[in-house]
């Protein structure tokens, strides 16, 4: 009873935490079946009805469909880049032992040190010296290099934590540096893979200002998150609508995130028992 006792206020502080997080969502839910009438007459009241009219505006008004589509090309290309690049850097830097391994791994970290808004400038001018301005092209080269210093810095804590003994075993059977790569470090480092794809898909599909500037407003190549704001207007903003839009642009990102939840905790209890 005393342990039961002492922890009573950290659980009125979560369930108090977990109520201030739920009633937003709510309201942003129920508000995707309002009008807007309903939504300022009766902000927390349940909708009367649920069509999906509100839905299938924001969708055909801002051709969410195409933008759905470019956001995720540029999303996919753009992780497996990284993947591709992050992986193999975070391997050589995780078992470097010299002072060049160790600076380079500095100068990986130096890449949180540059804001978002002082490259801004310099990568619109690369985007029209390289002929890849207004193309998704650019943006699935680009979009790697932001990640590239979280991505590795996470791989290389991961890769760090494995026994240098599973290689030497790995090594005695013939196997080469990129068979110990790909059976030994990549399977025992899902979780970090996981948590990696997970921050970059975030990033990478909400990603708006470069976007905006590279991409452009076209029909045909903006990203969701470009077209999105197309719902709002001067006279006056649906807010139902622009709600529904937003809960679409919210759903690959759900889904995102339970699948790789899942193959986390799935590398965490069996990953290296397989191997």
């Not at 309903?38 to 069509?51: K, M, Q, R, V, Y």
């Not at 001018?125 to 290099?145: D, E, K, N, Q």
């Not at 077209?227 to 709002?232: E, G, S, Y």
Request: contains cysteine; aromatic residues 12%.
């Amino acid at each position: 009873m005393k342990f039961r006792k002492s922890w009573l206020p950290a659980h009125i502080l979560v369930w108090a935490y977990a109520v201030l997080l739920a009633v937003p969502l709510y309201y942003f839910l129920a508000s995707a079946f309002k009008s807007n009438e309903a939504i300022f007459a009766h902000p927390l009241a349940p909708p009367t009805s649920f069509g999906f009219g509100n839905f299938r505006t924001a969708f055909e008004s801002a051709d969410l469909g195409m933008a759905i589509l470019n956001s995720g090309i540029v999303t996919v290309f753009s992780l497996a880049l990284t993947l591709g690049l992050a992986i193999p850097a975070a391997f050589a830097l995780a078992r470097a032992r010299g002072r060049a391994g160790a600076a380079i791994e500095r100068i990986f970290s130096l890449g949180f040190l540059i804001p978002t808004f002082a490259a801004l400038f310099p990568t619109f001018l690369l985007s029209a010296a390289t002929g890849l301005f207004h193309s998704r092209l650019f943006m699935v080269l680009f979009l790697p290099a932001t990640a590239m210093p979280l991505s590795v810095v996470i791989l290389i804590q991961f890769m760090r934590t494995i026994p240098p003994e599973m290689e030497e075993a790995a090594r005695i059977d013939g196997a080469s540096t990129f068979g110990v790569l790909r059976h030994i470090y990549t399977p025992m480092c899902m979780p970090g893979i996981a948590t990696v794809l997970l921050l970059n898909f975030l990033t990478f599909w909400n990603e708006y200002l470069y976007s905006l500037i590279i991409i452009g407003p076209d029909p045909d190549l903006r990203t969701i998150q470009v077209a999105l704001p197309t719902l709002k207007s001067q006279i006056g903003t649906d807010y139902g609508i622009l709600t529904a839009g937003t809960i679409l642009t919210l759903v690959p990102v759900w889904i995102m995130y339970t699948l790789l939840q899942k193959r986390m905790q799935q590398a965490l209890v069996s990953g290296a028992v397989k191997m």
